[in-house]
């Protein structure tokens, strides 16, 4: 179930599922954003927290298409300042002031596809909390590194690396997506990913204290959809989903949603 064990104790933490739309969505989109409220309103579930993270073109439009149902609205990536002169970028202060609670930092696509470090990412979580955001920092494993045996060491790396010392539970939410699982319809086992999430937790309680680490949320992401969400949301340590595909139409992603509805958590 949705525990968390640390240090001996035992924490409860609601699950949260959460939808990147990537580079996906023109205005007409909204109309599943508007399908997905609409669907929670007629059928909550209440175990579960919901996001949405369209693209920052729609974040005002689905700022007002979500206004007072309750899902959180978030976007997928910031720059590290304020400010500047820096054309292209968007600060984590514009995001929030399109009506952004969170932020996605350090997803693999822009690792990969920009080059982002860790230090960047670091950067980017710090200026999230700067802007009163919360930040969503992923971290994942590739193909070749999941092959060669190096997923735990490339996580302790990547996480002491791109989580900020003074990171906290309310504000900071830890995203494991290994990058061969994104996307390709592939996923790891559930005894991988509990063991994955554990040494995630492990990792920060060493670094946060083990109160922050134990009311983390730990999201697991990489092609999670309605068919696979029960097998891999009920693993320990997994406190819910960042869903990239199965986001993009209303009715999978209620149903991935669904999978906590009555569970008890
Ligand atoms: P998919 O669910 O499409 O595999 O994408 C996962 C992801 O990258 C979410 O951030």
């Given at each position: ?18 939808g990147n739309w990537k580079m996906n969505g023109l205005g007409?989109s909204l109309?599943?954003l ?18 949405m993270c369209p693209p920052a073109t729609l974040l005002t439009r689905a700022h007002e ?8 609205l978030g976007a997928q990536d910031c720059s ?6 820096h054309t292209g970028d968007i600060s984590a202060e514009m995001l929030a002031d399109a009506g952004a609670t969170a932020v996605i930092v350090?997803h693999?696509e822009r690792?990969?596809?920009h ?9 980017k979580?710090?200026a999230a909390?700067?802007a009163?955001l919360?930040?969503i ?129």
């Amino acid at each position: 179930m949705v525990i968390a064990r640390i240090g001996g104790r035992v924490t409860r933490i609601k699950p949260l599922v959460a939808g990147n739309w990537k580079m996906n969505g023109l205005g007409g989109s909204l109309s599943e954003l508007a399908a997905l409220r609409d669907h929670l309103a007629a059928s909550p579930v209440p175990e579960a927290d919901a996001m949405m993270c369209p693209p920052a073109t729609l974040l005002t439009r689905a700022h007002e298409v979500l206004s007072g149902s309750g899902i959180l609205l978030g976007a997928q990536d910031c720059s590290p300042h304020p400010s500047g002169a820096h054309t292209g970028d968007i600060s984590a202060e514009m995001l929030a002031d399109a009506g952004a609670t969170a932020v996605i930092v350090g997803h693999s696509e822009r690792r990969h596809d920009h080059g982002e470090t860790d230090a960047e990412v670091h950067a980017k979580a710090l200026a999230a909390y700067r802007a009163g955001l919360t930040a969503i920092i992923c971290i994942g494993e590739t193909e070749e590194q999941y092959r060669e045996g190096h997923t735990l060491d490339v996580l302790r790396s990547q996480l002491e690396g791109s989580v900020p010392e003074g990171a906290r539970a309310g504000t900071t939410i830890v995203a494991y997506e290994p990058v061969w699982a994104i996307g390709t319809g592939l996923t790891p086992t559930p005894p991988e990913v509990a063991q994955v999430h554990g040494l995630i937790r492990t990792v920060l309680g060493q670094m946060l204290g083990d109160s922050e680490a134990g009311a983390m949320r730990l999201l697991y992401g990489g092609s999670v959809k309605p068919s696979n969400a029960a097998d891999l949301l009920f693993v320990p340590d997994v406190n819910g989903a960042l869903v990239g595909g199965a986001s993009l139409k209303a009715k999978d992603f209620y149903e991935i949603m669904s999978v906590y509805a009555g569970s008890g958590i």
